[in-house]
């Protein structure tokens, strides 16, 4: 990747990391491309356990599309490719059988808020703000942000985001469930990378069929997620890494687990 996007990757955990802070991360149409691009690098790389998603600097995570530029667009086919790039990256993105971490670096604004409702955690740094303010644009969400969030928060809390357009504080954002974690200042950093690494020692199967499930679950009917949650437990049942974690109690050691 090029400046707009960067994606590094070590011992089995990716950064995908929006580099743009002059412009406080918004993503125009390279980094929009670029984005797309690198979630489906990762989704390819066997070797990747957990992508962590964050921007540049301590001003912004992402602050949606870049304005100065789509500005230059009205016509409808701009906003078609703001929709269909950003959307399919972000439905990829809950596709992928990893779990992916967002680090809240600063203030996420517009669709950095939806980018974040298609990640599985999210850690926030306690100067971070958070805004739904599509409609303070006299638009309505477009990268698939109000279904992930009425799953996420349910109607009332979608209701009121959404439609006020307020800002709100990294603390707030935690009472109410969008952000798992918000550490002190300059601790981000350190919390991410503790979580990223505890991921890394879990069984992959199990992970990826667990973050199968509980998609499946906000979409489908108790049936259709029963009869998944039957067949993977059944499959998962005689993989290496269950038989490992069987003779590690046994042993009464630590299970080392042999990954995807």
């Known amino acids: 990747m090029n400046q707009e996007i960067s994606l590094t990757q070590q ?3 990716a950064t995908l990391r929006v580099n743009r802070p002059a412009a406080r991360n918004a ?3 390279a980094a929009q491309e670029q984005f797309a691009a690198a979630v489906a690098q990762v989704g390819s790389d066997t070797a990747v356990r957990v992508l962590i998603i964050t921007g540049t600097g301590d001003k912004a995570f992402v602050s949606g599309g870049d304005l100065k530029e789509l500005s230059q667009h ?3 086919e701009a906003g078609a490719r703001l929709n269909r790039v950003m959307r399919d990256a972000l439905v990829q993105l809950t596709q992928l059988p990893i779990p992916v971490i967002a680090a809240v670096n600063g203030d996420a ?3 950095g808020c939806e980018i974040l409702t298609a990640c599985d955690l999210r850690l926030a740094a306690s100067h971070a703000r958070f805004c739904f303010a599509q409609v303070r644009n006299a638009l309505c ?4 942000g109000t279904e992930r969030l009425v799953n ?4 009332a ?3 009121d985001l959404l439609l006020t357009a307020r800002i709100f504080n990294a603390q ?4 109410m469930g969008l952000v798992q974690q918000v550490a002190d200042e300059g601790g981000l950093e350190t919390a991410v990378s503790q979580l990223a690494h505890s991921l890394t020692q879990l069984p992959q199967h199990a992970l990826a069929a667990t973050k199968r499930l509980i998609y499946a679950a906000s979409h489908t009917t108790p049936d259709v997620v029963n009869q998944l949650e039957t067949e993977l437990f059944v499959n998962l049942w005689a993989e290496p890494d269950h038989l490992e974690a069987l003779a590690a109690f046994q042993e009464k050691r630590k299970p080392v687990f042999g990954g995807r």
């Open 27 to 29: 993503l125009n149409w």
């Open 152 to 155: 996420l928060l349910g109607r």
């Open 141 to 144: 969400t477009g990268w698939g």
């Open 74 to 76: 009205p016509e409808p």
């Open 172 to 175: 707030e954002a935690q009472g």
């Open 11 to 13: 011992n089995g955990i």
């Open 109 to 111: 604004f517009g669709g």
């Open 157 to 159: 809390r979608a209701l």
